[in-house]
């Protein structure tokens, strides 16, 4: 396999739909968190950006 080498992160919407599956199906999901945060600390990247405030522009309605 050439990427088992290559660890990546799932996308946000991935990871959520897995966990809420997870959730359903009454299936612990902290081996799935664990293995994510691994991956995260591993890669130095982050699963879920975080986006800056927008700056508003003018006046508050």
Do not use: F
């Amino acid at each position: 396999s050439p990427y088992k080498d290559v660890p990546a992160l799932p996308s946000k919407s991935y990871l959520e739909g897995i966990l809420n599956g997870c959730r359903q199906n009454g299936i612990e999901t902290a081996s799935i968190l664990e293995a994510v945060w691994l991956t995260q600390r591993d890669t130095h990247h982050k699963v879920i950006p975080r986006k800056k405030p927008r700056q508003k522009n003018g006046e508050e309605r």
